[in-house]
């Protein structure tokens, strides 16, 4: 099984920095995009951030500038920084991965628990 657990999450101010954390445990072969969603009340879930395991990112554009996504593969956790935080940020992030179990071809998308990052004043 493969599981991942985020942290990180909580309140901040806006113009203030949070800085999320999520890894991955359990039977993993190799891992290819990790990356961050999040969904607001009454909002569609929207892709925030995405890594590859070559590093390469994509970002909404809400974000760009003012968040940044990284990963340490030996660690198998993605991390998401978040810059001058804005009100609109506020939404449950949930982590995924792409994780192959095996050296077969199959590869699965595993989610977070999501986690609540609230910005207020």
């Known amino acids: 099984q493969v599981q991942l657990v985020e942290s990180g999450g909580g309140s901040g101010q806006p113009g203030g920095s949070l800085r999320l954390s999520c890894a991955a445990s359990g039977s993993i072969f190799s891992i290819s995009t990790m990356g961050w969603y999040r969904q607001a009340p009454g909002k569609l879930r929207e892709l925030v951030a995405a890594?590859?395991?070559?590093?390469?990112?994509n970002y909404a554009d809400s974000v760009k500038g003012r968040f940044t996504i990284s990963r340490d593969n030996a660690k198998n956790t993605v991390y998401l920084q978040m810059n001058s935080l804005k009100p609109e940020d506020t939404a449950v992030y949930y982590c995924n991965a792409d994780v192959k179990t095996g050296r077969g071809p199959n590869e699965f998308k595993y989610w977070g628990q999501g986690t609540q990052v609230t910005v207020s004043s």
């Open positions: 890594i590859t395991s070559g590093a390469i990112t």
